[in-house]
């Protein structure tokens, strides 16, 4: 399916982003990135293989209403990652909401002005599925997040809203391209960006010790290679439709805490109290008032519970098979040790 029209990606120098525009090269596509500052900021994309010649870095900006239209000229294909990734925000609607919002309009709006175009492929999130676990309950696409507001998980509320917000320029519309989404859980595994992701400096978090103890708390995992092959197999395949629930495995909390506690590979000030029976989950509780806004509101609605995700539309649509995630997160603590995120592990 490689064409010689560029395939624009935005967001480009993201976590998720850049292991796609790496991919695209690789599989030889052309590939025009939008990036915030110019070009040279972002060596670590310039150096991927197959980028000189065939990488093109344009910049744009999220609240911009017309900065995507040179970006998109003459592309078949759009891959929309660009959106903020932040926990503990001062100001939710600014921070987060608005760029996320405000984005998306204008990644639609410039779409619909792009003559060639023929798909989005948008990067949402579980979040905009849901924002608690219910253990009686397995999410799948049907589900929408229904919960979440500006002081309740502003992150999820913004993820939902800007999926929202694609889905309905569509059905309003009725434009030329076709839109589809892929949701991801906890996205772990080297990074080829210099900055630190957030589900990566969870679990650097876990590991230095910022955890009072094991938690009864589960979560969706997946690796970023795999959720950037996930797009790629959207952007490629002609019968894919709607959204799409990108979750390799669930792990609990004393699941990667046995993981990262492997004599071969170190010693970490790992969690070491129990704290996952229901004096534990009640203690847990009472004290996430003591944290962060957002942190505390985490853990309020999702220790204590199970989540589980159904990807069999994943599955059966893309043909997509997914890395052992187990893999992944020791490969993102040696990545984060090498960009020097986490101190090297003291020998046993």
């Known amino acids: 399916m490689i064409t010689e ?104 709006e410039a779409a619909g002005k792009t003559a060639d175009l023929r798909r989005i492929v948008l990067t949402s999130s579980v979040a905009a599925v849901t924002d608690e676990p219910d253990s009686t309950k397995v999410f799948t696409e049907l589900d929408w997040n229904t919960r979440s507001s500006l002081r309740r998980h502003p992150y999820h509320y913004s993820k939902t809203l800007a999926e929202r917000a694609a889905w309905e320029y569509i059905e309003r519309n009725k434009p030329h391209f076709d839109l589809v989404s892929i949701n991801p859980a906890m996205v772990t595994g080297p990074s080829i960006v210099p900055a630190i992701n957030t589900t990566n400096a969870m679990i650097r978090d876990i590991m230095t010790g910022v955890y009072p103890g094991i938690l009864d708390i589960n979560w969706g995992f997946v690796d970023v290679r795999d959720t950037a092959r996930a797009h790629i197999l959207a952007m490629e395949s002609d019968s894919a439709r709607g959204r799409y629930l990108c979750s390799a495995e669930l792990l609990h909390m004393r699941d990667l805490v046995e993981l990262l506690s492997l004599p071969e590979y170190g010693s970490f000030p790992l969690p070491k109290r129990d704290l996952t029976g229901p004096f534990g989950t009640g203690l847990m509780k009472a004290l996430s008032w003591t944290l962060p806004r957002d942190t505390g509101t985490y853990i309020r609605t999702h220790i204590g ?38 101190a090297p592990p003291k020998k046993r």
């Open 305 to 342: 519970r199970t989540i589980r995700y159904g990807c069999g539309k994943i599955k059966q649509d893309l043909g997509i098979s997914f890395r052992p995630v187990r893999e992944s997160i020791l490969e993102a603590v040696e990545d984060m040790v090498s960009k020097g995120h986490l």
């Open 5 to 108: 029209k560029p395939v624009c990606v935005t967001g480009a120098s993201g976590f998720i982003a850049s292991h796609i525009v790496s991919q695209l090269l690789a599989e030889g596509y052309r590939v025009r990135g939008t990036v915030r500052k110019s070009a040279e900021h972002y060596p670590y994309l310039l150096q991927l293989p197959g980028a000189p010649g065939r990488l093109e870095l344009v910049q744009a900006d999220l609240l911009g209403r017309d900065s995507f239209l040179p970006a998109f000229r003459e592309c078949d294909f759009v891959i929309h990652t660009a959106s903020p990734y932040v926990i503990n925000v001062r100001d939710p609607e600014n921070d987060l909401v608005k760029p996320a919002l405000e984005g998306t309009a204008a990644v639609m």
